[in-house]
């Protein structure tokens, strides 16, 4: 009956102890992103965000989309992220567990001689004692939280385990942008590859018409050769640029997580992107951007094992129970007489440990540190990244107008100079560089507009569109 007060005690106690807690409780640092986090000419910012819509609303061609399906459903970096998941899932629910009693079985048989040189066989006339034991038992232990230590552990661990889904966020973020960039710069190489072929037939009629007006002795042999290496500099730039569709392919396979073969794809002409390019407020960054999530969960991770590292210093209570059935003869091995009970109480409180526990909390105190200045440099990072993509894109879009209207202008000039040439107004040399020139800003125009939709890509991801 004492011994079940004394225990009832030491349960109590623990109890009372589990209630202190020697840990901070995290919190946000303060003015982590202020207004001023976008470099933006708006003076207000809306709180609508295009990061908030889902990628299939953004891109509204299908092949794009399965596209991206495909990548995000079979991407080997994706594949690992989600491994990586499941990995802080299963630590997450190890640590969780920690606070239930451990319990464990143990049958047991124990065969024993004694020596006849000692006191507990020299006794016994010369013969030596010896025999079996057998025995049944089970043992508890368990640690009561007194200083909040196992529940800063299972906060670390949970931070951890957000991590890692903020991790495979943003690798999803990353790999939409990645595959869509990459399919809209291989329509531009469809379209330059088209342009092209179209100049070379062109100049392939016009070396054809310089032949003939030499045999009639209206330009000479410079104007056939200038008009050939015109043509030999377009069927140069048509080789590179199927080497370039080739190799893009190539790296659109392995992004698909498929071996090299022809991408299916439509027209960049086909390609119209209506959402409304909305930033939001810079706030926003803290809840879209996924790496700038991450950088938060590791802040918190860090956090809350410099708690773990300070309850260190204070004792632990611990609690060992066991009973079970011993006996020497293993047909009374089940009597009421094999029973047998023992319960520890243990407080232990360290003394000196040759300062590792003082050199651990140091250590967690410089991680947290590192944590969080990480933390303000993926900030600063995303807001730098923000400004860049939106000044990139009205960038690209007035570059689209210009090229577009020096495009239209040199192409009207090319048709000019071959007329003016057929009735001895112009010289070889006015068409030909009207050619050239024409071929030149086609080719701007194209880049323009894969530009617009490059820029476009990249202000969602910069956002943090795609990662969820």
């Known amino acids: 009956m004492k011994m079940d007060k004394k225990i009832v005690v030491s349960l109590v106690i623990a109890v009372i102890f589990s209630s202190c807690f020697v840990g901070k409780k995290y919190s946000r640092p303060n ?13 207000q910012l809306d709180t609508s965000n295009m990061a908030m819509l889902q990628w299939k609303n953004l891109f509204t061609d299908t092949v794009l989309q399965n596209h991206i399906q495909h990548a995000l459903d079979s991407n080997f970096n994706i594949r690992i992220a989600i491994q990586n998941i499941k990995s802080a899932e299963a630590n997450l629910k190890q640590i969780y567990n920690s606070v239930l009693p451990s319990i464990a079985i143990q049958p047991s048989i124990q065969f024993q001689t004694l020596s006849l040189n000692t006191p507990q066989g020299s006794g016994n006339s010369g ?16 640690e009561a939280d007194i200083w909040g230590k196992i529940n800063s552990q299972k906060k670390a661990a949970l931070a951890n385990y957000l991590n890692t889904q903020a991790v495979q966020q943003a690798v999803q973020s990353q790999l939409i942008a990645l595959v869509s960039e990459s399919y809209f710069q291989l329509l531009a190489l469809d379209m330059q590859k088209n342009i092209l072929k179209e100049t070379i037939q062109t100049r392939q009629e016009n070396l054809a018409t310089n032949k003939a007006l030499k045999q009639a002795g209206t330009v000479t042999e410079v104007a056939v050769k200038q008009s050939e290496a ?12 199927e080497n370039n569709i080739r190799a893009l392919e190539n790296t659109f396979s392995i992004l698909l997580a498929q071996n090299p073969q022809k991408i299916v794809r439509t027209k960049l002409t086909d390609q119209v992107i209506n959402t409304p390019l909305t930033i939001g407020v810079p706030y926003q960054i803290l809840s879209n951007r996924p790496d700038v999530l991450a950088a938060e969960f590791s802040l918190m991770n860090a956090f809350e094992l410099t708690n773990v590292s300070k309850s260190l210093f204070y004792p632990s209570l611990n609690f060992t129970a066991s009973t079970g059935l011993q006996s020497v003869d293993v047909d009374k091995l089940f009597n009421v007489n094999s029973l047998f009970a023992s319960v520890i109480g243990s407080l232990t409180q360290p003394l000196f440990s040759q300062r590792k526990i003082r050199s651990q909390y140091e250590i967690s105190l410089a991680q947290q540190q ?17 400004s860049d993509a939106l000044y990139n894109y009205e960038t690209q879009n007035k570059l689209y107008s210009l090229k577009q209207s020096e495009y239209l202008a040199l192409d009207t000039a090319t048709q000019y100079s071959q007329d003016l040439l057929k009735y001895g107004m112009a010289n070889y040399l006015d068409v030909l560089t009207a050619q050239q020139n024409a071929l030149n800003a086609k080719i701007g125009f194209v880049n323009a507009a894969y530009g617009k939709l490059e820029a476009i890509i990249e202000l969602y991801r910069a956002l943090g569109g795609g990662g969820k």
């Open 31 to 43: 003015n982590i992103a202020d207004n001023k986090l976008f470099r933006t000419e708006s003076e």
């Open 230 to 241: 015109q043509l030999l500099n377009a069927q140069a730039q048509l080789v590179t640029i």
């Open 127 to 142: 013969n030596r004692i010896s025999g079996f034991t057998y025995g049944l038992a089970g043992t508890l232990s368990w």
């Open 370 to 386: 590192i944590a969080y200045l990480n933390y303000r440099k993926t900030i600063l990072t995303a807001g730098k990244e923000v």
